[in-house]
């Protein structure tokens, strides 16, 4: 395959995830697709459970046993990478595809340096001696604003505050310039005040080097800011997916206009957020045909026995038979 | 750091104080000395004569800070049974059993290691439940019984290993090893063997369960999503974490080798420490015990201090908050 100037640069088809259990396997991730363009931060939104840091994962390859992928593929820059053996994926990490996890206190090895875990990834994947991988890590912590940074590079994690190690794990996750981040609630564990700090940086170092991000959080002040285009996730499948501006101005799943009338706005007087009622299904219990079934307002016949799968809407893709032929 | 090292040495005074009161009261607990060490016809102003020469008319307070002095003066006294100052006799003993506990603890650190860290990585593997396997024994049976089989199969059946002794020894000063000769390593292999299985076992679980800890951190995730090599985030980021504990128990164990050696060198009639105590049990040579007492819980002392600074080595956790005067 060639790399055409418009092509995705990562491309998740059809992807399903499953984890075997004494009682059958559960499907966590079922037929979800999408893709991401380069230079594109695609916000992933859903409840706890939906599935989000599981594509994720699933993505770069760390689907820890007995999870794993039963069907679909994923595409990086037109080359599949689901099916590589460990090395050759390995390589791919750190490299093409970086990761953030969501507790910077806990990412960092505490009995390292931030110098000696920042020196061993650059080496890891670029041709550099110890000198230039050093001066290389003192510049990844200038530019991830580091106050004193020259002082600070030999230091260990715990001198560091919260939003400060995750600003060292961001230039972990940078080291050696991959085109995509894989960015799994980066901010959850912070101070609000250091949430759009971290949040303006994250933005900011990615447009300067023109990384792809996916962003996953279920913090939609967040994504609305940050994203180009945005996914819901619901009970491990998309239930709409599109410009961030067209989901969250005109939802059309009703899942998503439940989600967007659960944001307080300040701008409005609102008697009562809404609330949908009822909790996500576990997985053992995903009812047939759509899943949000039991608890949409506006469910009919057709809901509780046939699928939706993706369809054009104004813009947008929505799963949601409302928007379905035949109606 | 210093603050904390003159700490742990004053606690570690404290400690020794405690074990001599103990070490002492076998002397005043365990029948008169005079009586012991005069013929039934010596007339009573001679009994009073040995008495005040051995201080033994003075309140017990007194008794005891002379015996603490004698000992931290190099005096340890006489042994009853043979009339050889203690010192030299222990001086004779010691390296054997050094020698012993330190032979037996490396080679269930070399062996336990490796294995516990085999069996974290892959839990689930057949060798890993065979290890798992082996360690149940390690841990549950008696070190006698490990320690005659050994010499069943081994000196009596096939022929192979010395069944008792320390083979030759060579003199290196004041220092006797049997480390430097061919009867003498042989002598060593099964002593050490039947010493250090329940420490191995001990060490291969203690690791595995650390292992398995570490594995699921966070931090271990996130080294793998930078693509680090396998090696480098098993044995570096990983086993490097897991080394606290290890370092505790393995120093730990290093002092309990030491002290509990009396059964092994009992079945090989290896001429240490523990051979010597059994011995000055059996004849009831209370200066020969009360040194021991004292001299095995110095060694512990000692290794517990070791341990305390081998953390500073390993955590840098603790070397900053000491500096920034946090500490506790």
């Known amino acids: 395959m060639t790399d055409r100037p418009n092509a995705p640069l990562l491309e998740v088809r059809s992807l399903r995830v499953e984890f075997e259990t004494r009682r059958g396997p559960l499907v966590a991730i079922d037929d979800v697709s999408f893709s991401i363009a380069p230079g594109e931060v695609l916000g992933v939104v859903g409840e706890s459970g939906a599935g989000k840091s599981l594509t994720g994962t699933a993505i770069i390859g760390l689907l820890e046993p007995p999870g794993r992928i039963t069907a679909g593929e994923i595409l990086l820059a037109g080359r599949r990478i689901d099916n590589l053996p460990y090395e050759a994926m390995r390589r791919i990490r750190g490299r093409e595809v970086g990761a953030i996890f969501q507790d910077p206190l806990t990412s960092l090895n505490p009995l390292y340096r931030v110098s000696d875990q920042l020196i061993e990834t650059i080496r890891t994947h ?80 990615c447009r300067e080097h023109g990384t792809a991000v996916m962003l996953i959080t279920h913090d939609m002040g967040v994504i609305a800011e940050t994203a180009d285009r945005v996914a819901v996730m619901y009970a491990g499948r998309i239930a709409e997916i599109g410009p961030v501006r067209k989901v969250v101005q005109e939802p059309h799943h009703p899942y998503t206009v439940g989600l967007m009338g659960a944001i307080p706005n300040l701008g409005h007087d609102v008697a009562a957020l809404t609330q949908i009622e009822g909790s996500m299904p576990r997985l053992n219990a995903i009812p047939p045909g759509c899943a949000f079934n039991p608890r949409c307002p506006k469910v009919f016949d057709r809901c509780r026995v046939d699928r939706p799968d993706p369809m054009p809407v104004g813009g947008s893709d929505v799963a949601c038979w409302l928007y379905g032929e035949g109606r | 750091m210093i603050a904390f090292v003159l700490q742990r040495l004053a606690q570690a005074v404290v400690v020794m104080l405690a074990v001599a009161l103990v070490a002492f009261s076998l002397f005043r607990y ?258 020969v015990m009360a040194i021991y007492l004292v001299l095995i819980g110095f060694l512990f002392v000692l290794i517990n201090l070791i341990v305390d600074l081998l953390y500073y080595v390993v955590d840098p956790r603790l070397r900053v908050d000491v500096r920034a005067g946090r500490g506790g």
């Open chain 1, 126 to 205: 670029l041709p550099m001696n110890e000198k230039e991988a050093r001066a290389r890590a003192l510049q990844l912590l200038q530019e991830v604003g580091i106050p004193g940074a020259a002082e600070r590079l030999d230091h260990y994690p715990h001198q560091f505050s919260g939003g400060m190690r995750q600003r060292v794990v961001i230039a972990l996750a940078l080291a050696a310039e991959p085109k995509l981040i894989i960015a799994d609630e980066p901010t959850t564990a912070l101070d609000v005040s250091i949430q759009a700090q971290i949040i303006t940086l994250l933005k900011r170092l």
């Open chain 2, 30 to 287: 365990v029948g008169d000395p005079v009586i012991n060490m005069v013929g039934q016809d010596t007339p009573e102003e001679e009994r009073i004569r040995i008495r005040e020469q051995l201080a033994l008319d003075q309140p017990v307070v007194v008794q005891y800070f002379r015996f603490v002095q004698q000992i931290v003066s190099g005096n340890f006294g006489t042994s009853l049974r043979t009339g050889i100052p203690i010192g030299q006799l222990m001086a004779e003993r010691l390296p054997a059993t050094l020698e012993l506990a330190i032979v037996a603890g490396i080679f269930a650190l070399a062996v336990g290691l490796p294995m516990g860290v085999y069996t974290g990585l892959y839990p689930r593997s057949r060798l890993s439940n065979a290890f798992l396997t082996l360690s149940l024994l390690g841990v549950s049976l008696p070190t006698f019984l490990i320690g005659i089989m050994l010499i069943l199969f081994f000196s009596v059946m096939l022929g192979l290993l010395p069944s008792f002794g320390r083979g030759d020894v060579v003199h290196l000063g004041p220092w006797s090893t049997g480390l430097l000769s061919a009867s003498g390593l042989q002598s060593l292999i099964m002593p050490a063997i039947t010493l250090g299985m329940f420490q191995l076992a001990l060490i291969m679980r203690l690791v595995r369960a650390e292992m398995l800890e570490v594995l699921r951190t966070d931090y271990i995730k996130f080294a793998r999503a930078r693509g680090l090599t396998n090696r480098a985030v098993n044995f570096g980021h990983a086993l490097k974490n897991t080394l606290i504990p290890v370092i505790t128990i393995v120093g730990l164990q290093l002092g309990a080798l030491i002290a509990f050696s009396i059964i092994t060198e009992s079945v090989f009639q290896w001429p240490g420490m523990g051979l010597l105590f059994l011995q000055a049990v059996q004849f009831a040579d209370i200066p």
